[in-house]
């Protein structure tokens, strides 16, 4: 049987879930431990065993860039993770190839800046912290690298941040699009992410709701298509929508582009 000193990081199992607490006292064997939630929890001497109680591991209590990392691989150190990611303004973090976004319902500072798109449009994929930067320039590097066509697929409920990830991308892109044309940076804009962003109000106007995240929450699904030049620059755009409670509708729209660009 382990044991524990007062201020150990460990799991406990209490009503069926796994939960990362604190050990608050230890004395004759018997133990008080404290959740990360608040909860107090009092085990007895003969409570304890390792199905009940057992050590968390270091990366676990530090928090991991890339939960591939974790020795512990179970929902409740994922979940685990994120929570302390989110609380130090980390709302990116790596599983392998898959970025997990934990929407901070607030603005963090430089995290979407100029610089940011500079700095991760320079390094290779987990050379830098997680970020949705260095996902899209990860797949603008692949466009060269293996001749093929790149996919980014978004997911997650209602309130996620699913839109401003997809914003997020375009913008990337369209900074590296205006780089490959030679584009002053004093004349830089995000033409081709605006084209496209503001095409979708036309079709969400037939299959929007309202949910306790979000005001204006999309019933379908999109599909948004960017055509390059061999030169690394955005030529054309289309959108496709399929709204979900009718599987078999879909529309196809095409985006108006800046002038000086053909479309799809």
Not at 61 to 73: F, K, P, Q, R, Y
Request: hydrophobic share 35%; with cysteine.
């Amino acid at each position: 049987m382990e044991t524990f000193a007062e201020g150990a990081r460990a799991w406990v199992r209490h009503r069926e879930q796994l939960l990362p607490c604190t050990v608050s006292s230890c004395e004759d064997g018997d133990l008080v431990l404290t959740t990360d939630y608040g909860e107090v929890i009092c085990l007895q001497s003969s409570e304890v065993s390792r199905e009940k109680l057992y050590a968390m591991h270091l990366s676990s209590i530090n928090g991991v860039e890339d939960m591939s990392t974790l020795a512990e691989l179970h929902e409740a150190a994922i979940m685990h993770n994120l929570y302390i990611r989110y609380w130090e303004d980390c709302i990116y973090t790596n599983i392998g190839s898959i970025l997990a976004a934990v929407n901070p319902y607030k603005q963090i500072p430089g995290l979407y800046d100029p610089a940011a798109v500079d700095l991760y449009s320079r390094h290779h994929l987990g050379e830098l912290p997680p970020h949705i930067f260095a996902v899209a320039n990860e797949c603008y590097r692949c466009l060269w690298k293996r001749h093929d066509s790149q996919c980014v697929l978004i997911s997650g409920e209602s309130g996620a941040g699913k839109t401003e990830s997809t914003k997020l991308l375009l913008k990337f892109l369209s900074v590296m699009s205006q780089n490959s044309y030679g584009t002053p940076p004093s004349e830089r804009t995000t033409r081709v992410e605006q084209a496209i962003v503001q095409s979708s109000p036309i079709m969400e106007a037939f299959g929007n709701a309202k949910t306790v995240y979000n005001n204006n929450s999309s019933r379908f699904g999109k599909f948004i298509q960017l055509h390059f030049s061999e030169g690394g620059h955005i030529q054309g755009g289309c959108i496709v929508d399929c709204i979900l409670s009718l599987p078999h509708f879909s529309h196809r729209l095409k985006c108006r582009l800046p002038q000086g660009l053909s479309k799809c």
